[in-house]
């Protein structure tokens, strides 16, 4: 398109008058602030709820590994010490400790 072509376009849409205003535009535009304002702040509300619901996943998820890590902990905790335990009933009665509990051998009643 030539330059005179755009100038020529450019000025024919300068001259069209401007289109009229509603005649209730301030009301209108009064009514969809109030309304974006409602419509924010239960959003707002709606994203709290959100964010708290999802704070508390996460607050749950921690919890339950803490308590399969601690729960793992006992009982390994728990299987180690029962097998010491049973190890020194093993070697007490393996090296027959059991012998100077007898009273025969020591005399302690005569």
Request: glycine share 4%; net charge negative.
């Amino acid at each position: 398109m030539k330059d005179e072509d755009l100038d020529r376009l450019v000025g024919m849409a300068r001259e069209k008058p401007l289109p009229s205003c509603p005649p209730a535009l301030e009301s209108n535009v009064l009514r969809r602030l109030r309304l974006a304002r409602s419509e924010s702040a239960e959003t707002f509300g709606l994203d709290w709820l959100l964010g708290i619901i999802e704070q508390t996943r996460f607050a749950a998820a921690a919890m339950v590994a803490a308590l399969l890590i601690s729960t793992t902990a006992s009982v390994l905790a728990t299987s180690a010490f029962a097998n010491g335990s049973e190890r020194k009933i093993l070697a007490s009665e393996a090296l027959d400790f059991d012998v100077f509990a007898e009273a025969k051998i020591l005399n302690i009643d005569d």
